[in-house]
């Protein structure tokens, strides 16, 4: 369960790689899509890449192709054929070219339900024991008794929707939601997140915590190192004054970081470090959290931690890495999954961390001369203690971590397989 304002940036994210078009945000969008399908048609908003045979078998040389472009005059599916080769493989057997156009038949298939509604279950059917909700459309030709009412809903909301763009009026279509909102309270109280939880994930998404932090923590990084540098060579000069800016501003960016990790912890009801973008947000904070304990005093520490820090948020923004909070298998279904994993995946900020310093030290040694090897000397040596206790904590971590790995392991699937792992 997730609010709409989440569902539209997800849908829009998987299509098009975005989360704003043509000046429009994704709830924008969507409900356009929604009202005025064929205005959608044409245009350029689904991702295929720029791999060749894609471009070839659609007649396009952009990465950006439009609805349209996947059908012929007579509808036929251009990309029937390959589609279905691909399906047939064994995953095993599947190359790169086989996935992306798996990939881009889903976006084609997210881009026909946004159209016809289908995409939208937001109808829960009254007194249904699995708490199902139902869309525009049934499934696999399946009635359910709550059907007309979704028939009638989505009718009414298209029709005041269309009315709306028309005439920059939605007052009605805003009492239809107010309805709505009203009959999910009522009928889908089983399932229906609280209305703290969703203004809490509506929040984090209008934030924007992440991707915002990785160009402030870039910034911030340079910042430091600009004076590590000067530091180096002017040394007569005193640079306390423009340190205390540059740490407030370092605290303030790791509040933030943590208000983030907090407020996706209380949105998902667990850890927020269970899969490739939640690992590479967690680790930038444990990242920026080792520079505040080890590095707060040292202009290169502190430029270390941030310039990982924001390579981190860089690499956890772009496009393969899904930032949507999904449900977790039931192996990870484990209170293990918070101590082992905050170890494991904690550790790794720690000791590249130490790394990074490291090879800080390695360049400041370029630039020694008579002239300043005292000044060079002596910071080197303040990093290289840094770098070592830094790496220390991370090898704590990470062994305690590993050997609570086997527990959880034995926990796990030693009961699965009736047998000690």
């Excluded at 979704?150 to 009026?169: C, E, M, P, R």
């Excluded at 943590?258 to 990242?287: C, D, F, H, K, Q």
């Amino acid at each position: 369960m997730k609010p709409m304002h989440t569902l539209t940036r997800e849908l829009l994210r998987k299509v098009s790689r975005k989360e704003t078009m043509s000046g429009l945000n994704a709830d924008q969008i969507v409900l356009s899509m929604l009202a005025n399908p064929a205005g959608w048609y044409e245009q350029a908003m689904i991702k295929i890449g720029k791999e060749e045979r894609i471009q070839k078998l659609l007649n396009s040389s952009s990465d950006m192709v439009t609805y349209n472009t996947f059908f012929k005059e007579n509808g036929q599916y251009l990309l029937q054929e390959e589609i279905r080769r691909a399906y047939s493989l064994q995953p095993i057997d599947r190359g790169a070219f086989e996935k992306d156009l798996m990939k881009i038949d889903e976006r084609v298939n997210i881009m026909s339900m946004i159209f016809s509604g289908r995409i939208m279950k937001i109808i829960p059917v009254a007194g249904d024991p699995n708490n199902k909700w139902i869309s525009s459309q049934a499934e696999d030709g399946e009635i359910s008794s709550a059907q007309p009412l979704a028939d009638k809903f989505f009718s009414s909301y298209v029709s005041a929707l269309q009315d709306g763009i028309s005439t920059n009026n939605f007052n009605q279509a805003d009492l239809i939601i107010e309805e709505l909102k009203a009959y999910q309270k009522t009928e889908g109280v089983g399932v229906i997140p609280s209305s703290t939880r969703i203004k809490g994930e509506i929040l984090l998404n209008k934030l924007n915590v992440f991707s915002r932090l990785s160009m402030f923590y870039a910034l911030l990084g340079m910042a430091f190192l600009v004076y590590l540098f000067l530091s180096v060579f002017k040394s007569d000069k005193n640079f306390s004054k423009p340190y205390k800016i540059l740490f407030w501003l370092f605290l303030l960016g790791f509040t933030f970081h943590t208000i983030g990790l907090g407020l996706r912890w209380y949105v998902s009801g667990r850890a927020p470090w269970s899969n490739g973008y939640e690992s590479m947000i967690y680790i930038a904070w444990t990242t920026t959290l080792a520079g505040l304990y080890f590095a707060r005093k040292s202009f290169g520490g502190m430029a270390a931690t941030l310039i990982l820090s924001a390579t981190l948020l860089l690499v956890a923004g772009l496009s393969f890495l899904d930032p949507e909070i999904t449900p977790l298998v039931p192996v990870l279904k484990s209170y293990w999954l918070t101590i082992h994993v905050s170890l494991e995946a904690g550790s790794y900020g720690f000791l590249m961390l130490g790394a990074l310093i490291a090879l800080i030290n390695l360049i400041l040694m370029i630039f020694l001369t008579d002239h300043n090897k005292d000044k060079v000397s002596r910071i080197v040596k303040e990093m290289s203690y840094i770098s070592e206790i830094t790496l220390i904590g991370g090898l704590a971590m990470v062994s305690i971590g590993t050997y609570l790995g086997g527990v959880w392991a034995n926990e796990s699937l030693g009961k699965i397989l009736g047998v000690g792992c």
